[in-house]
């Protein structure tokens, strides 16, 4: 498991929206520069499914990240396990005028923890940067 963490400014309100929001994840869920995220759904309720639409950027490959919500207690925390069975927890804590994003992955096997670590770690990145940009 890989534990990351976060401080994007802003009030926990807007940060939560925009990590949430279909039209925000299109832009900033990218774990890597040559990817893109062209299609987002994400019913934010437990049992209820979410997929992201992946693309590379010269259109040679393409994946559909899913999963299912476990748990949500709005403003605070989300889980959802993905189609791999893998689990994921996302923490928000309002500090001050910024909110802590902890983020607790489980590894996927076959890909290095460290590959996995980055792209975990540039999609945090570029929600900080669109968030803070709106």
């Given at each position: 498991m890989i534990v990351l963490k976060i401080f994007v400014e802003g009030n926990l309100y807007d940060v939560w929206n925009s990590w949430n929001n279909p039209e925000d994840i299109i832009k900033w869920y990218?774990?890597?520069?040559?990817?893109?995220?062209?299609?987002?759904?994400?019913p934010l309720m437990v049992g209820k499914s979410f997929s992201y639409k992946m693309m590379s950027n010269d259109l040679q490959s393409s994946f559909t990240l899913n999963g299912r919500?476990?748990?949500?207690?709005?403003?605070?925390?989300?889980?959802?396990?993905?189609?791999?069975?893998?689990?994921?927890?996302t923490i928000f804590q309002e500090v001050k005028n910024e909110v802590m994003i902890i983020q607790r992955v489980e590894m996927e096997k076959g890909n290095s923890t460290e590959s996995q670590a980055t792209w975990w770690r540039s999609i945090l990145l570029n929600f900080k940067k669109h968030t803070e940009a709106k």
């Open positions: 990218q774990g890597h520069e040559d990817w893109i995220t062209t299609k987002a759904s994400n919500y476990l748990a949500i207690d709005e403003f605070k925390i989300i889980r959802y396990v993905m189609d791999d069975k893998r689990k994921v927890e």
